[in-house]
C-alpha cells in the first residue's frame, strides 16, 4: 500500500466539502480510536449520518469504510524512523517563511490591525495560544493592544460585543479547523475583518477571511511515536516579522502626518 490516508486527502481535495474536512480532522487526530470504531461509533463522534462517512470514503478514493480502516491499521503500523534530510528541508523553510514576510507588501493587513477598533485573537491550537499571547506582548510595545480569545466559550461572549469597527486573528495550522472556520464564516457575515494565518495550502480559513498569511512547513515522524512532526517556529517567527513591519508603517504613518501638519 504506497497511499497514505494523507496523501489520498492531498490528491482528492477539491472535491471535499466542510462535512469531509470535518470528518478527516477528526480520524487525523484519533487514528487509533479510529481504527477500533464502527461506522455507526464514527459517524456520531463527527455529529454527522453513517452515509456522509460513506460519502467521504468514496471522495478520497476507497471502496468503502472497511478499507478506511485498513489504511487505519497500516498507518498506525508503519515504521516511522526519523529522515535526517529533515533537518535541512525544516531549516529551509524557516528561512523561506522569513523572506517571504520580508518581500511581502503586508500593508492593507497592517492597516487593519493599525485602524481596528480592538483586536481579539483566537488560537486553535496550544501552540496557536502561545502565539495569540506572543501577538498580544509584542504589539503592546507599540501600544496596540490586543486581547487573546480564551478558549471556544469566550468566542460567543466576545462576538456580542464586537462589530465592525474591531479585527479577529485566527491562527490554526492546518486552517480547516472547524471552530476556527466557524468563527471565520461568522465573522464574514457580521462584516468584521479577519486576518487568518495558517499553512499555505488549500484551506477553508483563507476563503474566508478578508486576509490570509501562510506559511509552508512539513510535517514528518519523529522516529519514536507514531505521530507526526511539524517546526513550530513559523509562528513566532510571523509574529516578530509582522510587528517589525507593523513599527515601519506606523513610523511612515506618523512621518507623513508630521509633513502634512507643516504644509498648513
Given at each position: 500500500m504506497n497511499n497514505t490516508l494523507e496523501s489520498?486527502?492531498?490528491?482528492?481535495?477539491?472535491?471535499?466539502?466542510?462535512?469531509?474536512?470535518?470528518?478527516?480532522?477528526?480520524?487525523?487526530?484519533?487514528?487509533?480510536?479510529?481504527?477500533?470504531m464502527s461506522i455507526q461509533q464514527l459517524a456520531k463522534m463527527c455529529n454527522v449520518s453513517h452515509t456522509s462517512i460513506l460519502r467521504f470514503t468514496k471522495k478520497i478514493g476507497l471502496d468503502g469504510y472497511s478499507e478506511l480502516k485498513v489504511y487505519l491499521k497500516s498507518g498506525l503500523k508503519q515504521k516511522s524512523d526519523f529522515n535526517r534530510h529533515m533537518i535541512h528541508l525544516s531549516v529551509n523553510e524557516l528561512v523561506r517563511t522569513i523572506k517571504d514576510l520580508e518581500e511581502r507588501d503586508l500593508d492593507s493587513v497592517l492597516q487593519y490591525i493599525s485602524e481596528a477598533r480592538h483586536v481579539f485573537i483566537y488560537g486553535t491550537g496550544?501552540?496557536?495560544?502561545?502565539?495569540?499571547?506572543?501577538?498580544?506582548?509584542?504589539?503592546?510595545?507599540?501600544?496596540?493592544?490586543?486581547?487573546?480569545?480564551?478558549?471556544?466559550?469566550?468566542?460567543?461572549?466576545?462576538?456580542?460585543?464586537?462589530?465592525r469597527d474591531d479585527l479577529f486573528i485566527i491562527i490554526s495550522l492546518s486552517g480547516d479547523n472547524e471552530t476556527a472556520v466557524n468563527l471565520a464564516k461568522t465573522l464574514r457575515k457580521l462584516k468584521i475583518p479577519s486576518i487568518g494565518i495558517a499553512l499555505n495550502t488549500k484551506n477553508l480559513l483563507a476563503k474566508y477571511c478578508d486576509e490570509f498569511i501562510?506559511?509552508?512547513?512539513?510535517?514528518f515522524h519523529t522516529g519514536y511515536y507514531n505521530v507526526q512532526y511539524s517546526c513550530t517556529g513559523h509562528f513566532f517567527m510571523l509574529c516578530n516579522i509582522l510587528f517589525l513591519k507593523y513599527l515601519e508603517y506606523k513610523e511612515l504613518e506618523e512621518s507623513k502626518e508630521e509633513e502634512g501638519m507643516s504644509l498648513i
Open positions: 489520498l486527502i492531498e490528491k482528492n481535495y477539491d472535491t471535499l466539502n466542510e462535512n469531509d474536512l470535518y470528518i478527516w480532522q477528526y480520524i487525523y487526530h484519533h487514528k487509533e480510536q479510529c481504527q477500533k496550544e501552540v496557536q495560544y502561545n502565539t495569540a499571547l506572543e501577538f498580544k506582548r509584542e504589539f503592546a510595545y507599540r501600544r496596540r493592544i490586543m486581547h487573546v480569545i480564551e478558549g471556544k466559550s469566550e468566542i460567543d461572549t466576545v462576538l456580542h460585543t464586537a462589530n501562510g506559511f509552508t512547513c512539513s510535517s
